[in-house]
C-alpha cells in the first residue's frame, strides 16, 4: 500500500484521459469537432454504454438508479458512504466534446492511477454522471441530480414531455436505463466535481485552476405571445397585434435590463418562435424563452419582476396577450467552505495559479450540495466557448485539473472526518420542496 | 340578344356564388373556417381542378400556361385578344376562403350570368387565375402575373427552390399543371381584378365599394445573421455576439422606423428563426424576413436605406456578421386612370357608396397593369382581417362586388374602345429588367 507522499506524487495520464474524451466525442460527433447526446436520446445510450464498459473494466460496482443516473463505486477500507465525483455525458444538440464528459472520464482517469498504485482510500470512492443535466430535450436541467437529491419526485420526472414529445419515463426504459435503485438516493461523504469554465474568465486572467465557490441562481421561463395574424400590408401599424414585435422588444428589453442591473447578470432570449412565420403575415403567435441568471437572489427576483411588468406594459400597448411559464427555477447555490478551501490549497500545492470564482453555469454539484458537502474545480475554456463544437481546453489545463480532482479526492477519502461533517448531522436535506 | 338596357339590368346570382367560394373554401379546410392551399401543392392541385371542372361546364376555353396560369375564354362577336378578369386562388399557410377566389369565382358567376341572358359581347372575355400569388411557398409572391406579362424569364421561375424544398417546374409538373401555352402570354385588352381589401379602410369608411387607384410598392428581404453561440450563463454581456439579439433590436427599429416616415408605411417582421434555438445557448444564427410597403417609391428606398444602415451598425456594435438578400421588390403601381373612373362611375350608379384607395397588398392587377389598362375592385373586410382563417366579407358586399364587376366588363367588352387605349400603342410593354 503506497504511503501517504507515495499517494500526493501520484499523477494522471493525460493521453489515457484525452483518448477516453476523443473516444466519447465521436459518438454523436457532429461536424466541427463537436457531439450531439441530447438526454436518452440513441446516441446517448452509445455514449452510456461505452463509459459503462469503461467502469466495468476497471473493475467498479456499476448501480443505475430509477432516473437513470449510474454510478461506479470503489470499495474502502471501511464502509459508509463514497466520496463522489462526477458531472454529466449528456450534450446540448450542438455542444463540444469536454462539456461534463471531461469531470466523468477525469473521474475514471483517477479510479485507473489509484488501481495501478494498487491504492486503497479508507472511504469508498464513487464516479457518477446524472441524466439529463443539459435539459436541452427534457426541462429542468440538472434533472437527474435533482431527482437524486430529492428536489423532485420521481414519478414527476418519469412524466416530463421533451421537445420533440417523447416521455422521460419511456425513453428511459427504451434505452435500457430505467435502473432499479430507487430515488432519493442516499448522500455521498462529499461530491467534487472537475468541469470546464465554459466562460472566459480563467483564460482572461492568464488560465489556471478555478476554486468554484458557488453557482449562479437560474431562473428560466418561456412565455407565449397571442395577437393576431393579419395582412402585412394592408394593416395599419395602429391596428396591430403583433406577437413578434412584442417578443423583439422584450428580447432588447432583457439585454437593457440586464446592462442596468450589473455585476454578473445576464440575460438571454435562447428559443423564439413565430406563428405562422410567413413574410407576408404580421404574427399572430409568439413563443420564446427567457434565461436571467445572478449569483444574488434578490436581484435575480428583481430582474424576473421588472421582465414581468415590462410584458404586461408592452401586451396591453400592443393588444396581446401573454403566458409565462417557470421552466427551471433554482436560487444561488453556496458551495461548502471546507471543499472550496481544499480545492484551492491543493490546486496551489500542485504548482497552479489559482482564482475563486462563481459558475455561470448550472452543474449538478449544485444539487449535491444540498445533501453533503460539494465543491468544483474548473479549468479554462478558450475563448469562454462552449454549447458549441469549437469548446476547447488545453491537454495541459485538462491533465492539471484532474490532478487536482485526484488529489482531492484521496484528502477528502483518507481524511479523518469529510469536511463540512457538521452540516451531515444537523439534519440539511434535501430541499422539502422544489421551487419551480 | 340582350339589348343595352337589358344588360345594364343583369346581376350576378349571390347564392351561387356564395356556393362556390363555400365549396372552393372546404378544399384544404382548416379549423376556424379557413383554408390552407399553398401554391402548387396537392390542395391547389385539387382547388384547381375543381375550378376548371366548373370553367369547362360553362362551356369556356381552358388553357393553361407554362407557368401554370389558368385562363377560360368566352368568346366574343369579334376576335382579338379579350377583356380578362381573375386573380388567384392559392393561399397562404392559414388563409381565408376569400382571398383570392372572390375574384376567379365572381368571374365565373359573370359567365354564367352572361350564359342565361344569351349574351354575346364584341370582344372575347376571359376569366384568369394565376400560379403563386401569395408567395407563401415560392418568392416572389405574384410569380405567375410576373411571368405572364414578361418580368421574369420562365426558366428562372422553374428553378425557384420553395420553402419545403420543392422546385417550382418540378411541382407543377407533379400536379399536372405545367401546361403548353408560352410565356410571357398575349396582353389581354384590359384587365380588372375584384377582390377583399383585407385591410380596414373600407369598413371604417362605413362600407361600399373601393375603386382601387394602385398599389403599394413592396420590398421583401432575407437577413441572415451570424454571431456566435455560446453558453448563456458563464458568457458575460460583452463577450456576446447574439444572433437572436440583433433580429430582435432590427423588429423593433422596423416599427418605430414606420411610425416616423409615417403615411401609408408599415414593416413587417413575419418570419424569424434562430439556431441552436435552445433556451440555454446565445443564438448563434438567426435569419429573418423584413417586409416594407409604400405607395411612395422615394419614401420606400428611403425606408430601405436607414434598414440597412441600422443593420450595419447592430452588427459593428454587436461583432456579428449581415446578409442581406432581396426575396421580392415592386415599386407602387397606379392603375389606369380610365379604368378607375369606370369602377367609381359603375359602382355609383348601382347604388354603392365608392371610396377611391390604394391597395396595401400586391396583386395580380399590378402585374398586369405593365402590359393593358388594368384596375380593381374592392369589397369591404371585416374587422380588415385577412391571411386569417377569421377573414369575412358579408355576402351583401359581396354581391355588390360581382355585379360591379360583370358591369364593369360588359362594359369594357362592348366599348367602342378599350379605355387607355392610347397606352397599347405606345409600345410600353413588359419591364425591360425586373428589379430584384
Chains 1, 2 share one sequence.
Do not use: K
Request: net charge negative; aromatic share 4%.
Amino acid at each position: 500500500m503506497a504511503t501517504t507522499d507515495e499517494r500526493r506524487r501520484l499523477r494522471v495520464r493525460p493521453d489515457r484521459l484525452l483518448a477516453r474524451l476523443r473516444e466519447l466525442g465521436s459518438v454523436g460527433a457532429i461536424p466541427g469537432g463537436g457531439c450531439s447526446r441530447l438526454a436518452l436520446s440513441d446516441d446517448d445510450r452509445a455514449g452510456r454504454d461505452l463509459v459503462v464498459t469503461w467502469m466495468r473494466d476497471l473493475g467498479l460496482d456499476v448501480t443505475v438508479d430509477a432516473v437513470g443516473n449510474v454510478f461506479a463505486v470503489r470499495t474502502g477500507r471501511e464502509g459508509g458512504p463514497p466520496v463522489m465525483c462526477g458531472s454529466h455525458i449528456d450534450t446540448v444538440a450542438t455542444g463540444g466534446i469536454y462539456d461534463g464528459n471531461f469531470g466523468v472520464l477525469s473521474g475514471l482517469e483517477v479510479m485507473e492511477v489509484l488501481a495501478e498504485a494498487g491504492v486503497v482510500t479508507r472511504r469508498p470512492l464513487a464516479v457518477a454522471f446524472f441524466t439529463d443535466e443539459e435539459g436541452a430535450r427534457f426541462a429542468p436541467d440538472m434533472l437527474g441530480s435533482l431527482v437524486y437529491v430529492g428536489g423532485m419526485a420521481l414519478e414527476a420526472a418519469h412524466d416530463i414531455v421533451g421537445i420533440d414529445g417523447g416521455r422521460l419515463g419511456t425513453e428511459l426504459d427504451r434505452i435500457g436505463y430505467l435502473g432499479s435503485v430507487p430515488c432519493p438516493g442516499l448522500p455521498p461523504a462529499a461530491y467534487v466535481e472537475l468541469h470546464i469554465e465554459q466562460g472566459p474568465v480563467l483564460e482572461a486572467a492568464g488560465g489556471g485552476i478555478g476554486a468554484v465557490t458557488g453557482v449562479q441562481g437560474i431562473s428560466w421561463q418561456e412565455v407565449t405571445v397571442v395577437g393576431q395574424p393579419n395582412h402585412a400590408g394592408t394593416t395599419p401599424l395602429s391596428y396591430r397585434h403583433d406577437a413578434g414585435y412584442v417578443a423583439a422588444a422584450t428580447t432588447v428589453f432583457a439585454r437593457e435590463l440586464a446592462r442596468e442591473l450589473g455585476g454578473d447578470q445576464v440575460a438571454t432570449v435562447g428559443r423564439l418562435s413565430l406563428h405562422p412565420d410567413l413574410v407576408n403575415v404580421v404574427p399572430g403567435r409568439a413563443v420564446f424563452t427567457v434565461d436571467l441568471r445572478n449569483t444574488d437572489e434578490a436581484v435575480l427576483q428583481q430582474a424576473e419582476a421588472r421582465l414581468a411588468d415590462e410584458l404586461d406594459r408592452l401586451a396591453r400597448a400592443e393588444g396581446v396577450t401573454v403566458e409565462r411559464r417557470t421552466l427551471a427555477r433554482f436560487e444561488p447555490v453556496e458551495f461548502d467552505p471546507h471543499v472550496v478551501d481544499l480545492v484551492e490549497r491543493t490546486a496551489a500545492s500542485l504548482g497552479n495559479r489559482v482564482r475563486r470564482l462563481p459558475s455561470g453555469a448550472g452543474h449538478d454539484a449544485q444539487m449535491l450540495a444540498r445533501v453533503c458537502p460539494a465543491g468544483m474545480i474548473f479549468v479554462p475554456s478558450a475563448g469562454g466557448i462552449s454549447h458549441n463544437p469549437a469548446e476547447h481546453t488545453d491537454p495541459e489545463d485538462l491533465a492539471a485539473g484532474a490532478d487536482v480532482l485526484l488529489q482531492v479526492l484521496l484528502a477528502l477519502a483518507d481524511g479523518d472526518d469529510p469536511p463540512g461533517a457538521d452540516r451531515s448531522r444537523d439534519g440539511a436535506g434535501p430541499a422539502a420542496e422544489e421551487r419551480r
